[in-house]
């Protein structure tokens, strides 16, 4: 298995898994800026990371890859027992933080800029810190208090982490947030996501 990754980005989170699952694989770094990587292009036209290749089969966005290696690798317990439930709850989690928390970041990266209007950009990045700040809080409320999104370690634990660290880079301030510290903190302690941190130097 081959990941195509660009550090510190989304694609961290597969990162995650794939140290997690124990198996062997192979990580590429790619860029997904102009210009961007040829290699990462040949196999996602739309030049985004992650890219999981397996055997001849590519896969994209991290919410296919994450189920696709959860159920390739039911020991690796990426969705609790593997139960309806269990899946279901993993996938709550995982569609709140691709569909509206990654989202809701852009801004805050630069993704107004072409606006052109100084005020407009600023404006934009103003309302994208209240949306983050507002999905931080409710995350905190609703996931469980022993710092697990569901109560135990799964793959939208390694999502959520992987945007927190967002935060640090942007100085955005969520030191109030207990739950979502002591998600951390586990994260930071676990031997799997050290390696990774290392391997991309995040």
């Known amino acids: 298995m081959k990941l195509y990754f660009s550090p510190g980005s989304c694609s961290m989170a597969t990162h ?15 860029s997904i ?36 290696l959860a159920a390739l690798h039911p020991e690796a ?15 709550h989690w995982l569609g709140l933080l691709n569909s509206d928390l990654h989202v809701a970041f852009k801004p805050m990266f630069g993704s107004t800029a072409y606006l052109g209007d100084e005020k407009a950009i600023a404006k934009s990045k103003e309302i994208a810190q209240k949306q983050v700040r ?11 208090t022993n710092g697990w999104l569901t109560g135990y370690r799964s793959m939208a634990d390694a999502y959520l982490f992987v ?11 969520y030191g109030d947030l207990v739950n979502l510290q002591k998600l951390v903190s586990a994260m930071r302690a676990d031997a799997g996501v050290q390696a990774v941190l290392r391997s991309e130097k995040a």
Request: net charge negative; with cysteine.
């Open 16 to 30: 995650i898994l794939l140290e997690w699952i124990g198996k062997p694989y192979e990580i590429e770094k790619v």
């Open 33 to 68: 800026h102009a210009p961007k990587s040829p290699s990462l292009l040949k196999v996602n036209p739309l030049g985004a990371v992650p890219v999981v290749e397996d055997n001849g089969f590519v896969l994209t966005q991290n919410a296919g890859i994450m189920n696709y």
């Open 77 to 91: 317990k990426l969705a609790g027992d593997g139960s309806p439930k269990a899946i279901a709850e993993v996938n």
């Open 134 to 144: 507002r999905l931080l809080e409710r995350i905190n409320a609703d996931m469980n």
């Open 163 to 173: 945007i927190l660290t967002w935060c640090d880079v942007l100085k955005f301030d």
